[in-house]
């Protein structure tokens, strides 16, 4: 049997891990590094770049290089989190034929699940010259908060990269495994991740073996990228106030600044002053102008000190849906790049009421947690028992606009329950379902994942036929419906067409645009 690895795909960067002799390893690239970026370029010359490579070339070629996909993945066009992206990235989003969002790299457009692709491929490239032969299965992350259209996308970039996802798990619920790995101690632990563009949160209680998920939430648009933003925004209006220049429409300027933010932020986690020099970043009738200015860690705490409450409401919100209170949670740990910023780390203990572990390195955690799971999906005896639970509501619009839950977020998964419907009108022959994921009672507020027609029911007065549909959401957080007319017994497909994922026939045919020699670079 061939080896299954572990695979964080993440918005900002990605990593790889395996198990090797029992012991998780991460596996580092051909630089050395044990994460890579999650970024794609088409180079001016048409070479695609993955990784380091695109990373390198973002400044001179960012309206080809792209980053931070994971933000748009699974998300319609018209959707306020794609809006808000599109003001910020310099690549062009563009509108999908299933309403998705894509992007335009080089003249060329791509659709998302294509771009993961590209980066979940670079990762099995990576463990395949580690491990030295083909590498075909693996066990893929995803932000715990991800919806099934999310789950789905990324489904699909497993196949297009040839890669066969065994099981996805969500990120939270990854490092708690590998915390736990090792240990017996029966306790309550809280995951706090907060990487480039998401945040999740999960409250699990941990056993011998039983790694059991109590609560999730989380924000699928909070995330470093939030932070730096905030940073552009300050210099940029502090150049304006000082040279009298927007930079706000020159797409070269706008990446430097943005790349130079996020260097300042980091810094700030070490030091408390650092200065931001940006020679030539613009050019008026006065000459080339530059921009140079200090900026202390008490200006980023001030800039940013909201972004660090909304997270920990959502926290508050976790708690209350596991009904733990912070006393009965026996660690925090913090996972994600961005939980290195030391006012985070404060603001994380005072509301728990306790210093966050140290024990774990918050980059790897997640892929470790992945080939851990790996392991235990492929091993003959089964010794770790994984119990997550789907992060979001998922039911049907029913009369009047309102939302019918049929199963409750933090719900164990696998899960399935059924429902009957019937007929509003006499001789109706056909029944139209919309399936939604979300919180609100209010039906056109949530997700819709889809929407499906029963037909062909028997000619009958109305609320007389009986067809029962099935939800089921599986371990990988994914939702199935069927169906039966109750009557007949007959079993109905179906198949649900969610607007944001890509069609069979779509994913074909950008397998076949995408032979594997035209993505593998070397680092
Ligand atoms: P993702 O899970 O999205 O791939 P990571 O966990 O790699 O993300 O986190 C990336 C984020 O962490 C980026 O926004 C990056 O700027 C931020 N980050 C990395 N190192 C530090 C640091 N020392 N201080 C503050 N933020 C950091
Ligand atoms: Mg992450």
Partial sequence: MGHVIGIDLGT???????????????????????????????????????????????????????????????????????????????????????????????????????????????????????????????????????????????????????????????????????????????ETIAIYDLGGGTFDIS??????????????????????????????????????????????????????LKDAAEKAKCDLSARDVTEINLPFIATDERGPRHLNVEITRDTLESLCHDLVSQSLKTCEACMRDAKVGPDQIDRVILVGGQTRMPFLQTAVAEFFGKRPHKGVNPDEVVAIGAALQAEALTADEKDLLLLDVTPLSLGIATFGGRFATLIERNTTVPVRRSHVFTTTRDDQRDVKVRVLQGESEVAAENDLLGEFVLSGIKPASKGEPEIEVSFDIDANGIVNVSARDKATGLEQSITVNAASTLSDEEIQRIIEENPPDAIALKV
């Fill in 12 to 186: 900002t960067n990605s990593c790889v891990a395996i198990v090797e002799n029992g012991q998780p390893t991460v596996i580092p690239n051909a630089g050395g590094y044990k994460t890579t970026p999650s970024m794609f370029a088409v180079s001016q010359d048409g070479k695609r770049l993955v990784g380091h490579l695109a990373k390198r070339q973002a400044i001179t070629n960012c309206t080809s290089t792209a980053y931070g996909v994971k933000r748009l993945i699974g998300r319609r066009f018209d959707s306020e989190e794609v809006t808000k992206t599109a003001e910020f990235v310099p690549y062009e989003i563009i509108r999908g034929s299933n309403d998705d969002a894509r992007l335009q790299l080089a003249e060329k457009i791509f659709t998302c699940p294509e771009i993961a692709a590209i980066i979940l491929r670079e990762m099995k490239r990576v463990a395949q010259e580690y491990v030295g032969e083909p590498v075909e299965e693996a066990v893929v992350t995803v932000p715990a908060y991800f919806n099934d259209t999310q789950r789905q996308c990324t489904k699909d970039a497993g196949k297009i990269a040839g890669l066969e996802i065994l099981r996805i798990i969500n990120e939270p619920t990854a490092a708690a495994l590998s915390y736990g790995f090792g240990r017996s101690d029966e």
């Fill in 203 to 256: 409250i699990l209680s941990m056993g011998d073996g039983v790694v059991e998920v109590l609560s999730t939430n989380g924000n699928t648009f909070l995330g470093g990228e939030d932070f730096d933003r905030r940073i552009v925004d300050h210099l940029n209006a502090w150049f304006v106030d000082n040279d009298g220049i927007d930079l706000r429409n020159d797409a070269m300027a706008m990446q430097r």
